[in-house]
């Protein structure tokens, strides 16, 4: 064989081998890309949704999504400081503020995913212009419950509040013309004095686990923008939060079809807000 033609066989090799490895190497190397949620122990029909997700998420990005599931609320941020998982998924805006200011943290939200309203429910009244003066009204004890609940109480007309987007407490109620007694109990516990009390505000996990459906509800949060500080968010460290593989997470829950499997699982109970305007 002459010098010629082993070289133009070297090339020919060459040239086999640069295909060989953009064609087969890389896209085994992109669908190897694997990013851990840090998520709270999930029931079948978060199960559900994060399935497609994931579904999304290795098609279309050649991301593998891993789940790390904690039981406690004070877990995941701590996780994903200590860089335990690389996102989580399971806090709204508020939340995700007080764990920062009170830990001196920098967690940044990346994305929006969903807005789960809360509810005002009776068994003494059918609306809320129906409460009498002195009705006492049951909301959650911690920072950010309760002053989500005395939102839906403003909404609902019952109070005024300061002005400023911070947590409230009932030290920042302006106005009270029915002179409600405002009572702060454990979240957990809200709905068990729905006999007890006029009125009642309730998580929607909370109330889902009593029995209590949205028909049962006299008063439901608007989505305006008192609401913005409750929605949902897929959290990463500040270094990560233009991290084009995390971003790429975003836009695979994001869809179309995880919207659509959030209504399938959740009803009206929970909504997707990525696209929603609060306003």
Do not use: C
Request: proline share 2%.
């Amino acid at each position: 064989m002459s010098n010629k033609s082993k070289i133009i066989n070297a090339l020919v090799l060459l040239v086999i081998l640069v295909l060989g490895y953009f064609s087969f190497v890389q896209p085994n190397q992109k669908a190897q890309k694997t990013v851990t949620i840090g998520v709270m122990a999930a029931n079948k029909q978060d199960d559900a949704i994060w399935s497609q997700v994931s579904k999304t998420a290795k098609s279309k990005y050649g991301i593998n999504l891993k789940f790390k599931r904690f039981t406690d609320y004070s877990q995941p941020n701590k996780a994903l400081e200590n860089g335990d998982v690389d996102l989580n998924a399971f806090q709204h805006y508020a939340f995700l503020d007080a764990y920062n200011s009170k830990n001196h943290s920098n967690l940044k939200a990346i994305g929006q995913t969903f807005i789960a309203p809360i509810h005002l429910y009776s068994k003494s009244y059918h609306q809320v212009s129906d409460f009498q003066d002195g009705d006492t009204i049951v909301v959650p004890n911690d920072a950010s419950n309760e002053s989500r609940a005395l939102y839906v109480l403003k909404n609902a007309g019952l109070i005024e509040l300061s002005s400023g987007s911070n947590l409230k407490t009932t030290k920042d109620i302006t106005k009270n013309p029915k002179n409600l007694k405002i009572k702060e109990i454990s979240a957990d516990q809200t709905a068990r004095t729905l006999g007890d009390a006029q009125g009642v505000v309730v998580n929607g996990n909370y109330a889902t686990a009593a029995g209590l459906s949205l028909k049962d509800a006299i008063f439901t949060e608007p989505l305006n923008k008192d609401a913005k500080m409750w929605i949902n968010i897929i959290a990463a460290r500040s270094k990560d939060k233009n991290n084009k593989t995390y971003q790429e997470v975003v836009k695979a829950f994001q869809t179309k079809e995880v919207k659509q499997a959030i209504h399938e699982q959740y009803g009206d109970s929970e909504q997707a807000a990525w696209d929603k305007n609060f306003n």
